[in-house]
Protein backbone atom coordinates (compact mmCIF):
# COMPACT_ATOMS: atom_id res chain seq x y z
CA UNK A 1 0.00 0.00 0.00
CA UNK A 2 1.35 3.01 -0.82
CA UNK A 3 0.35 6.67 0.54
CA UNK A 4 -0.24 9.96 -2.05
CA UNK A 5 3.45 11.27 -1.50
CA UNK A 6 3.96 7.84 -3.23
CA UNK A 7 7.15 6.45 -0.46
CA UNK A 8 6.38 2.90 0.87
CA UNK A 9 5.58 3.79 4.61
CA UNK A 10 3.39 0.89 5.87
CA UNK A 11 0.07 2.08 6.97
CA UNK A 12 -0.92 1.46 10.82
CA UNK A 13 -4.50 0.42 10.53
CA UNK A 14 -6.91 -0.80 13.90
CA UNK A 15 -9.49 -3.03 13.21
CA UNK A 16 -12.36 -2.80 15.89
CA UNK A 17 -14.03 -6.04 15.74
CA UNK A 18 -15.47 -8.21 18.42
CA UNK A 19 -16.02 -11.48 15.98
CA UNK A 20 -12.33 -12.55 16.06
CA UNK A 21 -12.85 -14.74 13.16
CA UNK A 22 -13.72 -11.57 10.96
CA UNK A 23 -10.86 -9.30 12.67
CA UNK A 24 -8.49 -12.26 12.05
CA UNK A 25 -8.97 -12.52 8.01
CA UNK A 26 -9.51 -8.91 7.75
CA UNK A 27 -5.70 -8.36 9.75
CA UNK A 28 -4.83 -11.40 7.76
CA UNK A 29 -5.27 -9.93 4.29
CA UNK A 30 -3.96 -6.44 5.11
CA UNK A 31 -0.81 -7.77 6.42
CA UNK A 32 -0.46 -9.62 3.34
CA UNK A 33 -0.67 -6.46 1.26
CA UNK A 34 2.28 -4.58 3.33
CA UNK A 35 -0.13 -2.91 6.27
CA UNK A 36 0.85 -3.66 10.16
CA UNK A 37 -2.67 -4.54 11.89
CA UNK A 38 -4.23 -3.75 15.42
CA UNK A 39 -6.98 -5.40 16.61
CA UNK A 40 -9.48 -4.54 19.52
CA UNK A 41 -12.37 -6.30 20.33
CA UNK A 42 -13.72 -4.02 22.61
CA UNK A 43 -14.68 -0.47 22.39
CA UNK A 44 -12.27 0.17 25.58
CA UNK A 45 -9.57 -1.56 23.65
CA UNK A 46 -9.98 0.67 20.83
CA UNK A 47 -9.78 3.72 22.66
CA UNK A 48 -6.74 2.39 24.38
CA UNK A 49 -4.84 1.38 20.61
CA UNK A 50 -6.25 5.20 19.30
CA UNK A 51 -4.44 6.99 22.05
CA UNK A 52 -1.19 5.19 22.16
CA UNK A 53 -0.43 4.96 18.38
CA UNK A 54 -0.42 6.52 15.41
CA UNK A 55 -3.45 5.10 13.35
CA UNK A 56 -3.27 6.05 10.08
CA UNK A 57 -6.80 3.86 9.50
CA UNK A 58 -9.61 2.70 11.69
CA UNK A 59 -12.01 0.58 10.20
CA UNK A 60 -15.06 -0.10 13.45
CA UNK A 61 -17.76 -2.10 13.88
CA UNK A 62 -20.24 -0.19 15.38
CA UNK A 63 -21.52 -3.37 17.75
CA UNK A 64 -18.62 -3.68 20.28
CA UNK A 65 -19.94 -5.07 23.22
CA UNK A 66 -19.21 -2.01 25.47
CA UNK A 67 -19.11 0.69 23.19
CA UNK A 68 -20.96 1.99 20.55
CA UNK A 69 -19.28 2.43 17.16
CA UNK A 70 -20.84 5.86 16.99
CA UNK A 71 -20.13 6.95 20.24
CA UNK A 72 -16.32 6.52 19.46
CA UNK A 73 -16.22 7.99 15.96
CA UNK A 74 -17.88 10.75 17.93
CA UNK A 75 -14.85 11.17 20.50
CA UNK A 76 -12.68 10.79 17.64
CA UNK A 77 -13.98 13.16 15.67
CA UNK A 78 -14.17 15.30 18.55
CA UNK A 79 -10.59 14.97 19.54
CA UNK A 80 -7.95 17.61 17.31
CA UNK A 81 -5.18 15.03 17.58
CA UNK A 82 -7.55 12.31 16.50
CA UNK A 83 -9.99 13.90 14.29
CA UNK A 84 -8.31 13.50 10.84
CA UNK A 85 -8.05 9.42 10.95
CA UNK A 86 -9.89 8.46 8.53
CA UNK A 87 -12.72 5.45 9.67
CA UNK A 88 -14.52 3.31 7.88
CA UNK A 89 -17.82 1.78 9.59
CA UNK A 90 -17.95 -2.10 9.52
CA UNK A 91 -21.61 -2.89 9.84
CA UNK A 92 -24.28 -5.84 9.68
CA UNK A 93 -26.89 -2.88 8.63
CA UNK A 94 -26.17 -0.09 6.41
CA UNK A 95 -26.01 3.26 8.56
CA UNK A 96 -29.16 5.66 8.27
CA UNK A 97 -27.95 8.81 5.79
CA UNK A 98 -28.77 11.20 9.24
CA UNK A 99 -26.19 8.92 10.90
CA UNK A 100 -23.45 9.30 8.13
CA UNK A 101 -24.14 13.24 8.33
CA UNK A 102 -24.19 13.31 12.01
CA UNK A 103 -20.72 11.51 12.71
CA UNK A 104 -19.31 11.68 9.51
CA UNK A 105 -17.45 8.42 9.08
CA UNK A 106 -15.01 8.29 5.60
CA UNK A 107 -16.45 5.20 4.18
CA UNK A 108 -18.67 2.11 5.26
CA UNK A 109 -18.98 -1.39 4.23
CA UNK A 110 -21.83 -3.56 5.27
CA UNK A 111 -21.17 -7.40 6.64
CA UNK A 112 -21.17 -9.60 4.66
CA UNK A 113 -18.44 -7.99 2.62
CA UNK A 114 -16.60 -9.54 -0.17
CA UNK A 115 -12.88 -9.09 0.72
CA UNK A 116 -12.27 -7.21 -2.24
CA UNK A 117 -14.21 -5.14 -1.81
CA UNK A 118 -12.81 -4.03 1.55
CA UNK A 119 -9.09 -3.68 0.37
CA UNK A 120 -10.19 -1.65 -2.62
CA UNK A 121 -11.86 0.96 -0.11
CA UNK A 122 -8.66 0.73 2.55
CA UNK A 123 -6.29 1.46 -0.16
CA UNK A 124 -8.46 4.16 -1.14
CA UNK A 125 -8.77 5.80 2.21
CA UNK A 126 -5.34 5.53 3.20
CA UNK A 127 -3.96 6.40 -0.81
CA UNK A 128 -6.28 9.53 -0.88
CA UNK A 129 -5.33 10.76 2.91
CA UNK A 130 -1.74 9.84 2.61
CA UNK A 131 -0.15 8.46 5.97
CA UNK A 132 0.92 10.45 8.23
CA UNK A 133 3.87 9.55 10.50
CA UNK A 134 3.83 13.36 12.53
CA UNK A 135 0.75 12.77 14.15
CA UNK A 136 0.78 13.46 18.33
CA UNK A 137 0.01 10.45 20.33
CA UNK A 138 -3.17 11.32 22.68
CA UNK A 139 -2.68 10.24 26.02
CA UNK A 140 -4.81 7.22 27.01
CA UNK A 141 -6.64 9.89 30.07
CA UNK A 142 -7.29 12.26 27.62
CA UNK A 143 -9.78 9.97 25.99
CA UNK A 144 -11.77 9.21 29.32
CA UNK A 145 -11.45 8.93 33.25
CA UNK A 146 -12.25 5.99 34.28
CA UNK A 147 -14.67 2.63 32.79
CA UNK A 148 -17.81 4.29 34.53
CA UNK A 149 -17.46 7.49 32.17
CA UNK A 150 -16.69 5.36 29.07
CA UNK A 151 -20.25 3.62 30.12
CA UNK A 152 -22.20 6.75 30.60
CA UNK A 153 -20.63 8.10 27.16
CA UNK A 154 -22.31 4.73 25.81
CA UNK A 155 -25.53 5.52 27.01
CA UNK A 156 -25.28 8.49 25.75
CA UNK A 157 -24.07 7.30 21.88
CA UNK A 158 -26.31 4.13 21.63
CA UNK A 159 -25.48 1.66 18.84
CA UNK A 160 -28.37 3.45 17.14
CA UNK A 161 -26.55 6.94 17.51
CA UNK A 162 -29.65 8.64 18.71
CA UNK A 163 -29.44 11.02 21.99
Not at 14 to 26: F, G, H, K, N, Y
Not at 31 to 56: N, W
Not at 138 to 148: A, F, N, R, T
Request: charged share 25%.
Amino acid sequence: MRNKTGNNHKPFIIVAEDDQTISRLIRYNLEKLGAQVAEAQTGLDCIRLLSQTKADLLLLDVGLPDFSGWGILSLLRLTDSMSKVPVMIVSVNAPSSGLIERFGPDDYIQKPFDMRDLISRVSKLVSSRGVSTAREMLPVSGWYQSWEKGQRLNKIFNTEGER
